[in-house]
């Protein structure tokens, strides 16, 4: 009986954790992979979200990668929090990296993969350590740009923001003839402010900018008008 009880027990590790890859037969060193990821909006953990290890090439030959070479894979727990353990070989960083990814949850803002990733490309123990992949929950918006000035300018540009490590450029006119109204529809992140700055410069270090800020929520019509 006792026996069957640690089996169960022991199932929940099975399923969480997965060793893969090569076996370390030389240089082995143990690295701590930890963090947490979570909804950058509300501090909400993902709850068993994948989190992958994988070797990847510092170097092409020819322009062609090779396929990356999966070391672990685990999942978060029920607060987002992940942590364990991989042993590797320190030869291997003198032309590949570690990578660590998490998929990027849907409903959630995307860069320019469907997943998040750091890397490790010189033996640290602690490198991968406290880890922090958070994600914005995603909300659509509408920038109104109205043309109310008459006097020149030299360039009139917009980009919107919610976190200072995050802008996006919306919109560049590299003349006073392109001036007019526009409309444009982007995506910004849920819950917490978004700001757009505006910026119109007249000539060599003089300029006036504008910031506006609104805060969307998902499937709504998320709309602000900036004047210029």
């Known amino acids: 009986m006792l026996r069957s009880l640690l089996i169960v027990a022991l199932l929940p590790l099975l399923v969480t954790c997965k060793k893969e890859g090569r076996t370390c037969k030389g240089h082995c060193v143990e690295i701590n992979v930890s963090g947490r990821a979570f909804d950058a909006a509300t501090g909400i953990g993902f709850n068993r979200l994948q989190v992958t290890v994988h070797w990847k090439a510092s170097f092409t030959m020819g322009g062609l990668a090779p396929a990356p070479e999966k070391v672990f894979s685990g999942k978060t727990d029920e607060n987002g929090f992940f942590s364990f353990v991989i042993t590797v070989d320190t030869t291997l960083f003198a032309r590949n990296h570690l990578s660590v990814q998490v998929p ?125």
């Not at 030299?154 to 995050?166: A, D, G, I, K």
């Open 104 to 228: 990027v949850r849907q409903g959630y803002l995307r860069q320019s993969h469907n997943h998040q990733e750091t890397y490790l490309f010189h033996y640290d123990p602690g490198g991968l350590a406290r880890l922090s992949f958070e994600q914005y929950p995603k909300a659509d918006l509408t920038l109104r740009l109205r043309r109310t000035g008459s006097g020149p300018f030299l360039y009139f540009s917009v980009e919107h923001f919610y976190t200072p490590r995050v802008q996006y450029s919306d919109l560049l006119f590299t003349s006073v003839q392109q001036a007019r109204d526009t409309v444009i529809r982007t995506e910004t992140a849920a819950h917490i402010p978004t700001y757009i700055r505006s910026v119109k410069t007249a000539g060599f270090g003089s300029y006036t900018e504008k910031i506006d800020s609104i805060r969307c929520l998902p499937g709504r019509l998320n709309s602000i008008e900036i004047t210029y």
